[in-house]
């Protein structure tokens, strides 16, 4: 088999030449002149050395005529609103007609593809003079990337520039600087995506979506915005630590010129590098099938134009927390820039085209806006597809109804509990002082570790950093800050599609939101203090004594969710079922008649085994370790649910059936309702919690998530409490976030520099040789993988080591929770206490009291998402004069 080698450049042009060298790694294939093909023409570029025989195929002259279609590179001068597409010649041509053609050509059917092999980075050396004792260097980018892009001659386009910061985030501003800066630009948006290891699929559905939504603001024309909006917006990319780092992720980085392999140093004058800079402004968008688009070409009609991006690539040298991420992008990069609002995301989360548009408008239509979110909904993938999985389908009926009902109802009160940190905005000025300086301490708390008599509540508060920053920004002192929900703004997020992953997710939000919710109910006097008019602090305080309430609710949570299993499960025979309120095992009322005492007593036991071996699980084990029994015990509380469910309906059919023929019309209706307690507490509570939900769904014009996921969640309630709730309590002690510091030393150069004839400090180094060919044919090997994934390797075992950190104090905590859970359920589930609570054919005070209670929460919630309906409409209909 013949294989072809691209020669070293000359210029801007390439010569093709053949070779019939056996090593994958030496082939390449690069541009050349848009000349067509004809045999004719001994001096064409592709004839050049390849044997006439193979030139003479129809297949390979066909291929070769292709470059005529190839549109010449765009002139200075074009609107860059009318280009978007420029093809890369003839690199894409060759994939549409022969996806492998770039790395061997088959004179036969049948072939098998040689592996892809990285080449090494070309280096050349280079001095490069330090600037007062910074590293900083501009790498040209090759002449295969600006012959297929727009703009060609300001250097943020064609160099590359990177600086190696040896200082800490905080002290970033006295000694560095930033292109947009020195260029004077003013900045409207800042962008953060922070990411850890995510692949390339996951980093480019969000930085695709992020070109997107700045192409989408370049495109409007109105609202101070234009199709040069792309200079007052800067998207900032962090990347956790060198290790974890993604090396596809990287190769993408480098397609889109936004990296350079070979380019980062470890230490400058035996200083540390803290961080690697790259900043560019790329013309280069590639989505998440690695197709790659640039400034410069025809869009097709269902294209969205691609227009320039300024990028700051922060590549983290030691793995240090997502945290830690966002203080190099407030204390360093918005310390230079001085954005007017922070839009952050985390990679693998994707926004809709108009996110920015709106979250940024919330911010304009009112000065006092402080922080702005919009709906984050589950990633549900095509024909919705993921919701075959059960916990996708919950997780996406959760999101729904938060989007619905919480965050609306929270929006009109003026304070948010959370803005998701995975998408949300901030007003940079609004961040300044207070905000700010509580968010990052929890940085300082979780990296310390044991020290002294450290407070375990605030180490867990701090995992939930920002409901901290929430809180914080709408008590700031002499302000009148609000924070907004905003609909418009959308947003999709994977999910946890597997049971250990979602409890590992759910026991830092769940012990991160008590503890935060702990902190804010009891620093409500800061209300008072703070800038606020009357009628808002008014509000507030409303807010938080709802707040107040869920909380109790929430640590009494396992013990109502019980009590109402146990007086729905409880069938006794005549003997006992007066004096405990029991259902009598008859025919006709019992639905398991003659075995109701046994079917109830089984299923009581059987949560209670549930419940304890959860417990047990929970006190020293990793999810990953128990995923089997954490499943078994999931489907055991969904059974039981199953069966209360059917007791309802049951209880509920009775009733209707019982009643009396001279019930005629609604008013009758309604006073037998109020008239028998059992019939009306039910009823209530249902109408005021699902028929609500269905209710507010409609409203908002998105019920679907009522017909495809309701079930699912009802039968997902006691496994949210029972487990979920019970292994984040067991484990308050563990404040970590899964992740690890790296402490090893970077292999990367050192930079030495001295003094030179002139007197300048400078550096002789070997820096990168201007190239982009390479960048293309990793991005296109990374495209056949993705639509031929090889063989996946049997999983690792887990590391099932881990540290104890702070249980002690989670021993008093879970044994306060439990004993004052227990002990509820002991008093209301006694003999005496119940015979002594209720009356012959009255329903137990207790569970009338909670049926009443959630109705009564649920009301409040649809009373907020009205009034922010209207709100939302009104909105709307302005925004489109």
Not at 81 to 106: E, L, R, T, V
Not at 118 to 132: A, F, G, N
Not at 206 to 216: L, W
Not at 507 to 521: D, E, I, K, L, Q
């Amino acid at each position: 088999m013949q294989q072809y080698q691209a020669l070293p450049s000359q210029g801007s042009r390439e010569q093709v030449a053949s070779s019939s060298s056996s090593n994958a790694d030496e082939r390449s294939f690069v541009s050349v002149k848009h000349q067509p093909y004809n045999p004719s023409v001994p001096n064409h570029p592709y004839h050049s050395g390849m044997p006439e025989s193979y030139l003479n195929q129809p297949r390979m002259a066909e291929m070769m005529s292709i470059s005529e279609e190839v549109s010449p590179a765009p002139t200075p001068g074009r609107n860059p609103m009318a280009i978007g597409y420029q093809q890369i010649a003839p690199f894409q041509h060759f994939a549409k007609s022969d996806p492998d053609f770039i790395f061997q050509m088959p004179e036969k059917k049948g072939f098998q593809r040689s592996p892809f092999q990285r080449k090494p980075t070309k280096m050349v050396k280079k001095e490069v003079v330090l600037t007062d004792g910074n590293f900083v260097v501009d790498i040209p980018l090759g002449d295969e990337y600006l012959n297929n892009v727009y703009h060609r001659t300001d250097e943020e386009f064609t160099n590359l520039r990177y600086t190696a910061v040896t200082c800490d985030a905080n002290y970033f501003g006295r000694q560095y600087n930033v292109r947009q800066s020195m260029i004077g630009r003013k900045t409207k948006l800042a962008v953060v995506c922070t990411m850890y290891n995510e692949d390339e699929l996951l980093f480019t559905k969000t930085i695709s979506a992020v070109m997107d939504n700045i192409s989408y603001l370049c495109s409007l024309g109105k609202k101070g915005w234009n199709a040069l909006a792309w200079k007052e917006i800067v998207v900032v990319i962090v990347a956790d630590g060198v290790r974890p780092m993604n090396k596809q992720t990287l190769d993408v980085l480098s397609a889109m010129g936004c990296f350079v392999e070979g380019l980062p140093r470890s230490t400058v004058n035996e200083k540390p590098v803290e961080a690697h800079f790259f900043e560019f402004t790329t013309q280069a968008r590639v989505d998440q099938e690695l197709n790659i688009r640039f400034v410069g070409g025809d869009t097709q009609k269902h294209e969205i134009p691609v227009v320039p991006m300024q990028t700051i690539f922060v590549l983290k040298e030691k793995n240090a927390k997502k945290i830690n991420s966002h203080r190099w992008f407030f204390n360093s990069i918005c310390e230079k820039l001085k954005p007017e609002v922070c839009i952050l995301l985390d990679v693998g989360t994707r926004p809709t085209q108009q996110s920015f548009y709106h979250l940024y408008r919330a911010f304009d239509r009112n000065k006092n806006v402080a922080g702005a979110c919009g709906e984050i909904a589950a990633e549900l993938g095509s024909m919705w597809k993921n919701l075959m999985n059960p916990l996708v389908a919950v997780q996406n009926f959760e999101y729904k109804m938060s989007n619905i009902l919480d965050k609306p109802f929270e929006s009109m009160c003026g304070y948010i509990s959370v803005l998701p940190g995975a998408f949300s905005a901030y007003r940079y000025k609004a961040l300044l002082g207070r905000p700010l300086e509580c968010y990052f301490k929890g940085e300082k708390l979780h990296a310390d570790g044991i020290v002294g008599r450290p407070n375990v509540s605030e180490s867990n508060m701090y995992l939930a950093e920002d409901r901290i920053l929430c809180f914080e920004l709408v008590m700031k002192a002499h302000n009148q800050y609000v924070l907004k929900y905003v609909k418009s703004a959308k947003a999709e997020t994977d999910v946890p599609t597997e049971m250990h992953d979602l409890i590992k997710q759910r026991r830092r939000w769940f012990n991160g939101s008590f503890f935060a919710s702990t902190y804010a109910v009891q620093n409500f006097t800061r209300i008072l203090t703070s800038g606020h008019y009357p009628h808002r602090k008014f509000i507030l305080l409303l807010e938080t004594l709802y707040n107040a309430i869920n909380l109790a609710f929430s640590w009494f949570n396992i013990a109502s969710m019980y009590i109402c299993f146990f007086f729905m499960f409880n069938i006794a025979d005549k003997r006992f079922a007066d004096c405990t309120q029991a259902i009598v095992d008859t025919y006709g009322v019992d639905p398991f008649f003659p075995y109701g005492t046994a079917v109830s007593a089984t299923l009581k036991a059987a949560y209670i085994t549930a419940f304890i071996t959860m417990v047990l699980v929970s006190l020293g084990n990793k999810p990953d370790t128990v995923k089997t029994l954490v499943i078994f015990i999931s489907i055991i509380f969904a059974l039981c649910m199953v069966l209360m469910l059917a007791l309802v309906s049951w209880t509920m059919f009775l009733q209707v059936k019982g009643v009396p023929t001279s019930v005629k019309g609604f008013t009758d209706v309604a006073r037998y309702i109020a008239r028998v307690a059992s019939f009306r507490d039910l009823a209530v509570s249902l109408m005021c919690t699902y028929a609500l939900y269905v209710l507010s769904s409609l409203l908002y014009l998105d019920p679907w998530h009522t017909i495809t996921c309701l079930l699912q969640y009802l039968l997902m309630i006691p496994t949210f409490t029972n487990v979920l709730m019970v292994y984040a309590f067991c484990n308050i002690h563990d404040i970590s976030w899964g992740t690890k510091g790296q402490d090893s030393t970077s292999h990367a150069p050192a930079v030495k520099s001295k003094k030179n004839e002139k007197g300048e400090e400078v550096a002789a180094t070997d820096v990168p040789a201007p190239s982009y060919i390479n960048e293309l044919e990793k991005l296109k090997n990374m495209s056949y993988l993705l639509r031929n994934p090889p063989q996946k390797e049997d999983a690792k075992p887990v590391d099932f080591t881990s540290e104890d950190h702070f249980k002690n104090y989670r021993t008093y905590v879970v044994v306060a929770w439990f004993l004052s859970n227990f002990l509820l359920v002991y008093i209301l589930t006694n003999s005496t206490v119940i015979s002594k609570m209720s009356r012959d054919n009255d329903p137990n005070y207790f569970l009338s009291f909670l049926l009443w209670s959630v109705a009564g929460l649920t009301a409040v919630r649809f009373a907020g998402s009205f009034l922010y309906w209207v709100c939302w409409v009104a909105e709307r209909g302005l925004d489109m004069f």
